[in-house]
């Protein structure tokens, strides 16, 4: 099966070992594709690990399940990066995530912010 996060791999070579937990995801980029589709696959626990650790007890679960289950997810574009790469601890990427909510199209469209600590990159916040 293809990864929902639009790689072109195989999900099984792709993002499932992040949701999995048998390897971090190596760039900012490959983070944020790994977000978009644990949504997809509705791997919530893998949104609150991946969000920055200060932030975590922020994070709220029910409204992500919710967003993830009642969503049909139409497909992740990636704009631009800056950053974020193996070398880096810092970057962000430019995203549009496609969905269709309650009958209607969602085109969110975000600047994010992720931080690497102990070799593990983590979504910050939108910063755009
Ligand atoms: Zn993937």
Same mark, same amino acid.
């Given at each position: 099966?293809?990864?929902? !996060?639009?790689?072109? +791999?195989? $999900?099984?070579? !792709?993002?499932?070992?992040?949701?999995?937990?048998?390897?971090?995801a190596p760039t900012a980029e490959k983070l944020m594709r790994?977000?978009?589709?644990?949504? #997809? /696959?509705?791997?919530?626990? $893998?949104?609150? /690990?991946?969000?920055?650790?200060?932030?975590? /007890?922020?994070?709220? +679960?029910?409204? $992500?399940?919710?967003?993830?289950?009642?969503?049909?997810?139409?497909?992740?574009?990636?704009?631009?990066? +800056?950053?974020?790469?193996?070398?880096?601890?810092?970057?962000?990427?430019? &995203?549009t995530a496609k969905s269709m909510i309650n009958g209607s199209?969602?085109?969110?469209? +975000?600047?994010?912010? &992720? =931080? /690497?600590?102990?070799? =593990?990159? $983590?979504? #910050? =916040?939108? #910063?755009?």
């Amino acid at each position: 099966m293809p990864c929902p !996060c639009g790689s072109g +791999e195989e $999900y099984e070579a !792709c993002c499932s070992q992040y949701h999995l937990g048998t390897a971090n995801a190596p760039t900012a980029e490959k983070l944020m594709r790994s977000r978009y589709s644990a949504f #997809v /696959k509705q791997e919530i626990a $893998y949104l609150k /690990k991946t969000t920055w650790t200060a932030q975590q /007890k922020h994070f709220d +679960e029910a409204g $992500y399940r919710d967003r993830a289950a009642n969503s049909i997810w139409l497909g992740l574009t990636i704009h631009a990066t +800056e950053d974020g790469l193996e070398t880096d601890t810092r970057g962000t990427v430019t &995203f549009t995530a496609k969905s269709m909510i309650n009958g209607s199209i969602d085109d969110h469209t +975000e600047k994010s912010l &992720f =931080k /690497k600590k102990i070799g =593990k990159w $983590y979504y #910050v =916040k939108a #910063v755009g």
